[in-house]
């Protein structure tokens, strides 16, 4: 059966909200893809050596006593790979405003762009829910300004609904900084940063979501020009109704390959109109300036078999050869055969008009060359991303199934990857299953260890070929594996903890590794 809708409370138990992450997504890492437009510098490259930093977010982690406070720890790129050290950022590190409490959550959700233009990478937080004064729930952002010396002690800003210049109000559970993504949306060589909020009143309608953009400048982040977007926004299809939940993943890439960045929604709550199908992707194309300028839509009416909350993730790429920007979307909630939420994958390749049903590939575990078949509760593709991981210049595609049986082990979890090349684009050809009983791959196969929970990309040793990384936020207190790969080959895998950073080795709820990087 499809995932019990819960209410957003639940998130304060990372291991409750496996209940929700279909209809939430809150811990998925909002996603900025290379491509024509992208300001120069590289994602999570914080201290500007070139080599990014691989930061991991732990919303569970207890800080100062505060359970579930939540931190997220960065470990600076080498040569070999991340750093056997790190540091840890949360409410109570220095120059962080606010202070640690219960339930925060800081570290949910995290995006990185050069927001000041200087050269460093710097980093947005979210801690979804924050209590604003009495108002639960109201969600926080940080932003943390890259340096020579990284984040730990920079310059740090705060905003929430409450900021002055801020569009919106605060509202109790509206979860501000659900969704985050990074990129140069108006096209003035500074980083901007979209938040969605899928709970967010619009309209007059609970829950059918809203997306702020705050544009980057030479001072960073700015609330005073934040545009407040949703469906009743000039561009943007449709109109806001109950549930629809506009903003529930968001992601920027150059989709149409006109040199200007674009903003992609997924609003998986959508009811579509004459049928039962619900979830649908925007395309806000840019340059946004207090409207996109053009938008499209893509909804799931329209493509067989990807009809139950569609968008339930989202990763970018270029697939192929060509100069547009691609389109993975996950409907891990789909059902396959009999199988309830066993889930799809469907790839959306870009043209010059954006995003057409006219070219949609589907994939799913009864998909020849993929391993395994559907199953009840598997969510196949409940997160995604992607990245070179081959080095041949085409972008591939990792996807994660959280709840995946191995054996007759429950909710152990799997990730398949998935290869791109220059000609088909994403296909099932040398595509590589890895689990925790995968010859080479550290750890055992446990119960509820949500291997693929959360999976990212990221080139940790600044060789131009990006790792996937592979979330485990239930082995113990958490494990990230780092892969190297090739079409059939699975090269490396290493597993870090939070020992294997510097740190204790926490303790069971840290959710170490629910959210990772996906540049």
Same mark, same amino acid.
């Given at each position: 059966?499809?995932e019990?809708?819960?209410?957003?409370?639940?998130?304060? =138990?990372?291991?409750?909200?496996?209940?929700l992450?279909?209809?939430?997504?809150?811990?998925?890492?909002a996603?900025?893809?290379?491509g024509?437009?992208?300001?120069?510098t590289?994602?999570?490259?914080f201290?500007?050596?070139?080599?990014p930093?691989?930061?991991?977010g732990l919303?569970g982690n207890?800080?100062?006593?505060?359970?579930?406070?939540?931190?997220?720890?960065?470990?600076? $790129?080498?040569a070999?790979?991340?750093?056997?050290?790190?540091?840890r950022?949360?409410?109570?590190?220095?120059?962080?405003p606010?202070?640690a409490?219960?339930d925060?959550?800081?570290?949910?959700?995290?995006?990185?762009?050069?927001? !000041?233009?200087?050269?460093?990478?710097?980093?947005?937080?979210?801690?979804?829910?924050?209590?604003?004064d009495?108002?639960e729930?109201?969600?926080?952002?940080?932003?943390?300004?890259?340096?020579?010396?990284g984040?730990?002690d920079?310059?740090?800003?705060?905003?929430?609904?409450?900021?002055?210049?801020?569009?919106?109000a605060?509202?109790?559970?509206?979860?501000?900084?659900?969704?985050l993504a990074?990129?140069?949306?108006?096209?003035?060589?500074?980083?901007d940063?979209?938040?969605?909020q899928p709970?967010?009143?619009a309209? $007059?309608?609970?829950?059918?979501?809203? @997306?702020?953009?705050?544009?980057?400048?030479?001072?960073?982040?700015?609330?005073d020009?934040?545009?407040?977007?949703?469906?009743?926004t000039?561009?943007?299809?449709?109109?806001?109704e109950p549930?629809d939940?506009?903003?529930e993943?968001?992601a920027?890439?150059?989709?149409?390959? !006109?040199g /200007?960045?674009?903003?992609?929604s997924?609003? @998986?709550?959508?009811?579509?109109?004459?049928s039962?199908?619900?979830?649908?992707?925007?395309?806000?194309?840019?340059?946004?300036?207090d409207?996109?300028?053009?938008?499209?839509?893509?909804?799931?009416?329209?493509?067989?078999?990807?009809?139950?909350?569609?968008?339930?993730?989202?990763?970018?790429?270029?697939?192929?050869?060509?100069?547009?920007?691609?389109?993975?979307?996950?409907?891990?909630?789909?059902?396959?055969?009999?199988?309830?939420?066993? $889930?799809r994958?469907?790839?959306?390749?870009?043209?010059?008009?954006?995003?057409?049903?006219d070219?949609?590939?589907?994939?799913?575990?009864?998909?020849?060359?993929?391993? +395994?078949?559907?199953e009840?509760e598997?969510y196949?593709?409940?997160?995604?991303?992607?990245?070179?991981f081959?080095?041949?210049?085409?972008?591939?595609?990792?996807?994660g199934?959280?709840s995946?049986?191995? +054996?007759?082990? =429950?909710?152990?979890?799997?990730?398949?990857?998935?290869?791109?090349?220059a000609?088909?684009?994403?296909s099932?050809?040398g595509?590589?299953?890895?689990?925790?009983?995968?010859?080479?791959?550290p750890?055992?196969?446990?119960?509820?260890d949500?291997?693929?929970?959360?999976?990212?990309?990221?080139? /940790?040793? +600044?060789?131009?070929?990006?790792?996937?990384l592979?979330g485990?936020p $239930?082995?113990?207190?958490?494990?990230?594996?780092?892969?190297?790969?090739?079409?059939?080959?699975?090269?490396?895998?290493?597993?870090?903890?939070e020992?294997?950073?510097?740190?204790s080795?926490?303790?069971?709820g840290?959710?170490? +590794?629910i959210?990772l990087p996906a540049?």
């Amino acid at each position: 059966m499809a995932e019990k809708k819960a209410s957003p409370r639940r998130l304060r =138990k990372w291991h409750a909200a496996v209940g929700l992450l279909v209809c939430t997504g809150a811990v998925a890492t909002a996603v900025l893809v290379a491509g024509t437009g992208e300001p120069a510098t590289a994602p999570y490259d914080f201290n500007g050596d070139g080599k990014p930093d691989l930061t991991i977010g732990l919303p569970g982690n207890t800080v100062s006593g505060h359970a579930a406070a939540g931190s997220a720890v960065i470990a600076n $790129g080498t040569a070999s790979g991340p750093a056997s050290t790190s540091v840890r950022i949360d409410q109570e590190s220095p120059g962080v405003p606010g202070a640690a409490e219960d339930d925060d959550n800081f570290g949910q959700t995290f995006a990185s762009g050069d927001f !000041d233009n200087d050269g460093h990478a710097d980093l947005a937080i979210a801690s979804p829910l924050e209590a604003i004064d009495t108002t639960e729930g109201a969600g926080m952002l940080t932003v943390h300004y890259g340096s020579s010396g990284g984040l730990y002690d920079s310059r740090t800003d705060v905003f929430t609904e409450d900021t002055t210049g801020m569009p919106g109000a605060v509202g109790r559970d509206e979860l501000f900084v659900y969704s985050l993504a990074a990129g140069d949306l108006n096209g003035d060589g500074y980083g901007d940063l979209a938040i969605g909020q899928p709970l967010d009143l619009a309209g $007059g309608d609970p829950n059918a979501g809203s @997306i702020k953009v705050m544009f980057g400048s030479a001072s960073g982040l700015t609330a005073d020009s934040t545009v407040w977007i949703d469906q009743s926004t000039a561009n943007v299809p449709g109109t806001p109704e109950p549930g629809d939940r506009f903003g529930e993943q968001i992601a920027i890439g150059d989709i149409n390959g !006109d040199g /200007t960045q674009d903003l992609v929604s997924a609003t @998986i709550g959508e009811q579509i109109s004459g049928s039962s199908d619900r979830g649908s992707v925007h395309v806000l194309y840019g340059p946004v300036t207090d409207a996109p300028a053009s938008g499209g839509y893509l909804d799931s009416g329209n493509v067989t078999g990807f009809g139950e909350f569609a968008g339930s993730a989202l990763a970018l790429g270029h697939f192929n050869d060509d100069p547009y920007t691609d389109v993975a979307i996950g409907v891990s909630d789909q059902k396959v055969g009999e199988d309830g939420a066993a $889930g799809r994958l469907a790839v959306v390749y870009s043209d010059a008009e954006g995003l057409s049903t006219d070219r949609v590939e589907l994939f799913d575990q009864d998909t020849p060359g993929i391993a +395994g078949a559907p199953e009840q509760e598997d969510y196949f593709a409940g997160s995604l991303a992607s990245g070179d991981f081959d080095g041949d210049g085409v972008d591939d595609l990792v996807a994660g199934m959280r709840s995946e049986a191995i +054996g007759s082990t =429950k909710g152990a979890g799997a990730s398949l990857v998935l290869f791109g090349n220059a000609t088909g684009g994403i296909s099932t050809s040398g595509a590589l299953w890895i689990d925790q009983d995968t010859a080479g791959v550290p750890g055992v196969v446990a119960t509820a260890d949500h291997f693929g929970w959360t999976v990212g990309a990221l080139d /940790t040793d +600044g060789n131009s070929r990006v790792e996937p990384l592979i979330g485990a936020p $239930g082995n113990a207190a958490g494990t990230v594996t780092v892969l190297e790969v090739a079409p059939g080959t699975l090269e490396s895998a290493t597993a870090l903890s939070e020992g294997d950073l510097g740190w204790s080795a926490g303790s069971d709820g840290d959710a170490f +590794g629910i959210a990772l990087p996906a540049p």
